[in-house]
């Protein structure tokens, strides 16, 4: 692109690696669930992407609305040691290359000291004390988030001005969706079948005769368990063939071999 992304654009499909599989359709993921909050960060071992990819993973279950995926700036081959199908609660994209990154535009700086706010500069000085050491003079990759609805099209989009400047967790996620009314609209109730409905429900309670008292059970009278068969088939997590991931890549924002529908 020329210059950044912003709403009403359209994000073209591609197809895209993760730490356990490789050649993914960006559309399947979409169609998946949507609305999806795409947040674009530093590479998977920096502390501040560790950090964020944690909290995400810790609070998934709040995001009730709408569906997540963190891309980092990684290999996937690399990370594939670690990070397996059941690691994180959401889709993890790989774009060591930086091909996404620089197709919006997303920017990167020399400058420590603009691009840590106090929250960032706390994340790295805990690292330090475990061991963790930067590389002088490495480029720093400023975040960004986006909200797309089905068809790629954004609904929201924000480039982050520090490292931290990303929903702080999936409940600020959804907070999100919620104020900018992206979640699933409840009916309207008419008052007035309101009202009939609560006035039969008077008249049933009046009406109601005394309960009959619960016949008591035996002393080792226990609820026998539902049998296994009562309950649906855990579904099975899907097993990938193992791909070469050191020879993929995001590298085709517009060879999706798939056509339009």
Known sequence: MAGRISVGDKLPFFLYDTPYSAQNRFRDLLAKKSPLVLVFMANFGHPITRTFASRYA???????????????RSRADKLSRNIGPDTLPYPLLC?????????????????????????????????KKQGYRAAKG???QLPLTLILDRDGTV???HYGASLTDVPEDCDAIQS???ELELTPEEPDIDAEAFHEVYASHDALQEEEPEPMERPRR?????RRPAPLDDFAPVEPVREYNVPDLGKTSVVSLFDDPYADD
């Open 58 to 72: 810790d609070t998934h279950g709040a995001l009730r609305d709408g569906g997540l995926a963190l891309v980092v």
């Open 95 to 127: 774009d060591a290359d930086g091909v996404l990154y620089d197709y919006l535009n997303i920017p990167q700086s020399s400058s420590t000291l603009m691009t840590y706010s106090l929250e960032g500069w706390r994340i790295l000085r805990e690292a």
């Open 138 to 140: 490495t480029l720093q």
């Open 155 to 157: 609904l929201f989009c």
């Open 176 to 178: 999100l969706l919620e």
């Open 218 to 222: 035996s002393r080792h009278g226990r």
